[in-house]
């Protein structure tokens, strides 16, 4: 019998219900028992969902994060947060948003609470609170929430697995704040993994999934041996481990966790399938392996029969040991197909979330365990579907296959090297000194997002719309040209979202509903699904430029996103290489960058934010991957003649161990995120490295403060320290579609004010 289960479920919510409910209560708009009453039902509704399974994941629903929970439930909270007084899930709270000192609170001799450094979880969109260390951490064990919610799962009759992640990724995965060695925690910090299991026991647990993703990156000998202390140590526990790695391959760690002592060990059988028969080799004949065979990470239909012709011989070897389930927690898609009644009907047959994996999972299961005959009806429709995808001419577009076959290198070169071009675009743009610009949008009014909606839903018709949009953009040049700035953009009053934006116009897109996937704590994002070959049908962005362009002598910057970012936060197909499909998105891009030229636009912006998101989680693979990511950028940007300048902007700059692909991207002019780390980061652009042009962010776009003008000068000229005065921009860290127009125009006017006297003064 192959056992069937599951890593983890999305928590927020078909429809956003813990968004909601969380965001109310952070507004004052609603109670704490409200929301937990919220976090109940959704508990109760995804283990429901999950019926059928033979083990069921158990606390793995989080309020706002996996890893803060450990955090909780390790007792690590940051120290800047104990002493409060108040409910336990409001100081978690603390931790996850900060709190400023407002007055109420400093007349409360209360002062503010920073929030915990987040970032990224693996090469997922999903973000996650950096636990903190210092060389007197010290650990405690709080079982309340696990143990709350398994009792709710066995008042449910639920088969409860729980949850946690291990204690060498939990460390691994933590910042140090006073330089010790966050290793030299273990010790600490594994009594309280060992009291955590015995109180589990305690509850009849039988077996517990301990999360260990950090054996898919590359670990040095001392996490390597930290994991056979750890394990070791937990050796005596009495629950079961199942030691759960997903998001890639274990590769030369295969032996460490074949012989760790754990009762059975879960492997990301999508991405890490060539660790399968090694592993089936060195696996001691005592364990468990559980193959996650239904990626996580995708919204595609798993070919069941392939699966099966796979599996079939695997499961003769292990028998008993085997168990299957998708490759990592269901929290990086989306909740459930059957919501979306306006995707098309094609596409949609394509496609499985959440709910719909689970599904293949009991198919599977029956399968191996009855026979395909168990399953025929469904065995044959998922191969119809599967069948009809590959062949059909949505996905299959000759022209731009043969489009991509034709890219030469000569479509990565511009006609001149850097230095010839910026003496062209210098006399055709006649610049000052310390130009000044945006990165692209200005503030999305309430005006613009009812009209955004008006027209989708029909009650505003194309011309009413064009006419708002068009008035909104005449606003921004207007404004723009007010306070003095240099080179100016139309605002992107037209977009919704810099991805959806281009991705509606192209085909082989299409667009969920509901298809919310969580980003951190209440914030979701809905990526679009990238299923087809790429082509653009007509121009997207033309016909804004030049209206904006018309109505100001100042160069107005075109504004796109860039290939890579379109792939990264997009569903791609998964029948091609990733790099195929984003030489696709370059051309099409391209083609809309020729267009902005040949309608007389002189500068145009690519906007590339999520270039660094796509580096694989194994140094060793990042070349690869470098390399194609700038050929395509190259492909969109370098269609056109020197005098026309090209920009690109990414949201960071930490660029040291990849500056060298940033040079290669060989943009005219980059702006990059640098203001709260105070032009330090800048160090990696030097001369050698970097020849181009920099607009360092002045200002921290996130802050609905408005910056002074000697912060920025002084700022300015640190950066102008590390690069020549001559190839330096005055710009903002990142777009201003979040902001208010009355703290962007202050603000900006401050900008300007200071590249006037850098002007005069250096
Ligand atoms: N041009 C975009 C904007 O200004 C860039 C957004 C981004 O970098 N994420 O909004
Ligand atoms: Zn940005």
Same mark, same amino acid.
């Given at each position: 019998m192959a056992i069937t289960h599951n890593l983890g479920f999305p928590?927020?919510?078909?429809?956003r219900e813990l968004k909601f409910a969380a965001e109310s209560y952070w507004k004052g708009q609603s109670s704490l028992a409200a929301l937990t009453s919220v976090g109940a039902e959704l508990r109760a509704r995804h283990w429901q969902d999950q019926a059928g399974l033979d083990l069921v994941p158990v606390g793995d629903f989080s309020f706002y994060d996996q890893m803060l929970d450990m955090s909780v439930t390790l007792g690590?909270?940051?120290?800047?947060?104990?002493?409060?007084?108040? #409910?336990a899930l409001d100081n978690y709270f603390r931790v996850a948003r900060g709190r400023s000192a407002a007055a109420a609170d400093e007349q409360a001799g209360c002062a503010g609470v920073w929030a915990g450094e987040m970032t990224k979880w693996? *090469?997922?969109n999903y973000h996650y609170i950096v636990p903190e260390f210092t060389a007197v951490t010290t650990f405690s064990l709080d079982a309340s929430r696990l143990l709350t919610q398994l009792t709710e799962a066995k008042a449910r009759g639920v088969a409860a697995k729980p949850v946690i992640i291990g204690p060498v990724t939990y460390l691994a995965l933590g910042k140090s704040k006073d330089e010790s060695d966050r290793l030299d925690l273990l010790e600490r910090l594994l009594p309280v993994y060992a009291e955590l299991l015995q109180v589990l026991a305690a509850e009849g647990v039988d077996w517990v999934q301990i999360d260990e993703p950090i054996l898919v990156t590359e670990l040095d000998v001392r996490w390597r041996h930290a994991f056979e202390v750890a394990y070791h140590s937990l050796k005596g526990t009495p629950v079961k481990l199942l030691l759960a790695t997903y998001f890639g391959e274990l590769q030369d760690q295969r032996y460490l966790v074949a012989n760790l002592p754990v009762a059975g060990v879960h492997i990301d059988a999508v991405r890490g399938r060539d660790d399968v028969v090694p592993l089936l080799n060195l696996l001691p004949s005592t364990k468990v392996l559980s193959l996650g065979i239904i990626d996580g990470r995708n919204i595609w239909k798993t070919d069941l029969n392939g699966v099966l012709d796979w599996l079939e011989p695997i499961q003769e070897q292990l028998g008993e040991r085997l168990w299957i389930a998708p490759s990592c927690s269901l929290l990086h898609v989306p909740v459930d197909l059957d919501s979306e009644d306006r995707l098309d009907a094609e596409v949609w047959s394509w496609l499985a979330f959440a709910k719909q994996k689970l599904s293949e999972l009991r198919v599977l299961a029956t399968a191996l365990n009855d026979g395909r005959q168990a399953v025929q009806a469904e065995l044959e429709a998922n191969r119809a579907a599967c069948e009809g995808r590959r062949r059909s001419p949505r996905v299959n577009n000759p022209a731009v296959k043969a489009a991509v076959a034709r890219i030469d290198s000569r479509m990565g070169q511009r006609q001149s090297p850097y230095a010839e071009r910026a003496a062209k675009q210098a006399e055709l743009l006649a610049l000052p000194k310390f130009p000044t610009t945006t990165i692209g949008s200005f503030p999305q009014t309430r005006e613009i997002r009812q009209a955004r909606a008006d027209f989708k839903a029909g009650r505003l018709d194309a011309e009413g719309y064009q006419a708002t949009m068009k008035a909104e953009i005449a606003r921004c040049v207007r404004e723009q040209e007010l306070i003095g700035l240099d080179v100016l953009v139309h605002?992107?009053? +037209?977009?919704?979202?810099m991805v959806e934006y281009f991705g509606e116009q192209l085909e082989g897109y299409a667009f969920s509903r509901y298809g919310w996937v969580q980003s951190y704590g209440s914030r979701c994002v809905k990526p679009p699904i990238l299923f087809g070959d790429i082509s653009r049908p007509k121009p997207m962005t033309v016909g804004w430029i030049t209206y904006a362009q018309s109505l100001t002598d100042k160069p107005m910057k075109g504004m796109l996103t860039a290939p890579v970012t379109m792939l990264n936060w997009s569903f791609v197909r998964d029948d091609q290489p990733r790099s195929d499909t984003c030489r696709q998105l370059a051309l099409a891009i391209r083609a809309e960058v020729v267009d902005l030229e040949r309608a007389g636009v002189k500068v145009i912006q690519i906007d590339e934010p999520a270039f660094r998101e796509g580096l694989p989680l194994r140094k060793s693979q990042w070349q690869a991957y470098l390399d194609w990511a700038v050929e395509c950028f190259r492909i969109a940007a370098?269609?056109?003649? #020197? +005098?026309t300048q090209i920009h690109t902007h990414m949201c960071y700059s930490e660029f040291n161990d990849i500056i060298g692909s940033i040079a290669d991207l060989d943009a005219d002019a980059i702006t990059i995120e640098t203001a709260r780390s105070d032009m330090e980061l800048l160090d990696a652009f030097d001369d050698f490295r970097y020849p181009n042009d920099i607009g360092p962010g002045?200002? *921290?776009?996130?802050?609905?403060n408005i910056p002074a003008e000697a912060r920025m000068v002084a700022l300015m000229r640190k950066a102008a320290e590390r690069i020549p005065a001559e190839r330096l921009w005055v710009n903002p860290d990142c777009g201003l579609k979040t902001r208010q127009w009355e703290e962007v125009i202050p603000s900006l006017t401050s900008m300007v004010a200071a590249a006037k006297t850098l002007r005069t003064t250096l």
């Open positions: 928590r927020i919510g078909a429809k690590n909270l940051p120290e800047r947060v104990r002493g409060f007084g108040g #409910d693996f *090469d997922t605002g992107e009053a +037209e977009r919704n979202d370098n269609g056109v003649a #020197d +005098e002045v200002y *921290d776009i996130h802050s609905p």
